[in-house]
């Protein structure tokens, strides 16, 4: 006697769930999340922003009036616009280099790339005191020429290039890893130049992971403090960037000019994760590509 076996209707089977918890414990660590980001996150963001408009917008739009407030404004866009483009420019070359070709010492290379991330950026900053400062491994000879590095502006760019060095780099070698060679061949093999087919093949692949990670390395560059603060001698008008500033404001009680510049960070703080989600939300695959390997 053979047996017959219904066929399986598979447009209307559904998927084993793999979540095997219970509806309560599922409850209770999404509640736990929630509670935990509106404690730490949200209502720390919200402070902000009700303490830089507790006495009124004509006070708050006052703390951006000082010449200190436009002096740290400038040399923050200042750095950035310096910090951001060099990061830009290494971390394609050393992207391309990792993931398209085979060489002595790749891994310790990849290694170093991510060395700011494990290295605290008040070490940082000492770090290039030690080697600029006017006591340093070279400050001696760059004072005799007249160039000054530490307390200046040079020592800040440096400080933000080094603290921002993995962003773009470390965003881009698994993407380009995991796109491959093919197309590259393909152009060259056609009769493209090296230039053109980076330009023209390349460039597009890995566009939005580029942006997503130049946005990265903005929103790092402008916020950051340790190693700054290090470098920078805190010169009213001339080496403090916003961070900085927020920093002298708090501590000379001027609490309302403090927090109306901190809202200013915060503010472009939140431009940047509304960028991002919106990459992440129209570019997934590709920025997630970058991110396995992270």
Known sequence: MSE????????????????????????????????????????????????????????????????????????????????VPFNLVFGIMASWAIAKFEFWGKNL???????????????????YVLVFGAQGLLGPWLLSHDVQVIFAVPGIVLATI?????????????????????????????????????????LPNIRWGLLYSVLLCNARAMGEFGAVSVVS??????????????????????????????SLLAGLALVTLLVKSLLEWRYADEIAAGARRH
């Open 233 to 262: 001698g805190h010169i009213r008008g001339l080496t403090n960037t916003l961070p900085l500033h927020v920093e002298i404001l708090y501590n000379e009680y001027n609490f309302v000019a403090s927090f109306a510049v901190a």
């Open 4 to 83: 017959t076996f219904a066929p399986v209707a598979l447009s209307e089977a559904r998927p084993a769930s793999v979540v095997t918890e219970g509806r309560w414990i599922r409850v209770v660590l999404i509640a736990t999340a929630i509670v935990f980001l509106a404690l730490f996150l949200v209502l720390p963001l919200l402070t902000v922003f009700a303490q830089a408009f507790a006495k009124g917008v004509d006070a708050y739009l006052a703390a951006f009036t000082e010449t200190d407030a436009h002096a740290a404004i400038r040399l923050t866009l200042l750095t950035a616009a310096i910090a």
């Open 109 to 127: 290379l990849v290694t170093l790339i991510d060395l700011p991330f494990s290295v605290s950026p008040v070490v940082s900053g000492l770090i």
């Open 162 to 202: 080094f603290v921002t060095f993995p962003f773009v780099a470390r965003q881009l070698i698994p993407l380009m890893q995991e796109q491959g060679t093919a197309e590259e061949e393909a152009a060259l093999t056609l009769g493209a130049s090296g230039w053109h087919a980076f330009r023209t093949v390349t």
